[in-house]
């Protein structure tokens, strides 16, 4: 069973960036899609992006085109969000998670789950 451990949250100014990582363990990473959610306070989890099996292909909530970078590294076992020009509104704990699926934002299409990390944007 892949497990998903997420790194590289925390606090940044409005403006500012962070990459996300998820580390994956297990032979079989490369036979997964990979996306990212987020949960903010009160809120349902909600899409973020999604990343195809060999990071050919990729695609967002429309909300984050243009800020937000989603990519893979087979290789390393490991996938990656970057977050540029952040907004206080994007503040949430975010999660990786796995799906034999590509081109699905439905959270009970994806298998696995990491613990998720939070990001806090400061005004």
């Known amino acids: 069973q892949v497990q998903l451990v997420e790194s590289g949250g925390g606090l940044v100014q409005a403006g500012g960036s962070l990459r996300l990582s998820c580390a994956a363990s297990?032979?079989?990473?490369?036979?997964?899609?990979m996306g990212w959610f987020r949960q903010a306070p009160g809120k349902e989890r909600e899409f973020v992006a999604q990343?195809?099996?060999?990071?050919?292909?990729?695609y967002y909530a429309d909300s984050l085109k243009g800020r937000f970078t989603i990519s893979r590294d087979n290789g390393k076992n490991t996938a990656y969000l970057q977050m540029n020009s952040l907004k206080p509104e994007d503040t949430a704990v975010y999660y990786c998670?796995?799906?034999?699926?590509?081109?699905?934002?439905?959270?009970?299409?994806?298998?696995?789950w990491g613990q998720g990390t939070q990001v806090t944007v400061s005004s």
């Open positions: 297990g032979p079989t990473f490369s036979s997964y899609a």
């Open positions: 990343i195809n099996r060999s990071g050919g292909f990729a």
């Open positions: 998670a796995g799906s034999r699926k590509y081109g699905t934002t439905l959270l009970h299409m994806y298998d696995l």
